[in-house]
């Protein structure tokens, strides 16, 4: 039996393979050019060469808007940036100055002082090194003794 399955299948798979469509049949032609010579067409070359010279300058002209258009694209993201950069900046020095102002207020400074055990100052204990002086004439470095209070 599964000799008759064998053969149905080999007759069934020959005939799927056959004649599908019309048969195309190629020929080979040897076709010799070698005794052909160009014949140079001077007004092709002169309208090529015009062409040519055109699509150069066409392209010239695309490439230098297209690098324009994209420089000022990138110029646009620096300054964006950079207002950005400026802005935190600003917030940031805003922020210090706050901080710093809150740091002098002198109340502050007191009650840190008094938590610490200091005393409040005597007159002529404070010297201001901010003021202006006369810079021209050259000032002498001089120790003062410091007097020492335990802490209690």
């Not at 149905?8 to 010799?32: H, M, V």
């Not at 002082?113 to 007159?123: I, T």
């Amino acid at each position: 039996m599964s000799a008759v399955a064998l053969q149905s299948a080999l007759i069934s798979s020959r005939r799927k393979s056959c004649w599908l469509g019309t048969p195309e049949i190629y020929f080979r032609k040897a076709i010799d050019n070698s005794r052909l010579v160009k014949v140079e067409d001077p007004r092709r070359a002169r309208e090529m060469k015009q062409f040519g010279l055109a699509l150069c300058c066409l392209f010239l002209l695309v490439m230098g808007y297209a690098l324009q258009h994209f420089r000022a694209i990138e110029y646009g993201y620096k300054i964006e940036t950079l207002r950005s950069t400026r802005d935190n900046l600003t917030e940031m020095n805003r922020a210090l100055r706050l901080e710093e102002a809150s740091l002098r207020d002198p109340e502050r400074i007191d009650v840190k002082a008094r938590m610490l055990g200091l005393q409040p100052l005597q007159p002529g204990q404070v010297l201001r090194m901010d003021t202006a002086t006369d810079t021209a004439t050259p000032v002498m470095a001089s120790a003062t003794p410091v007097a020492v209070v335990p802490v209690q």
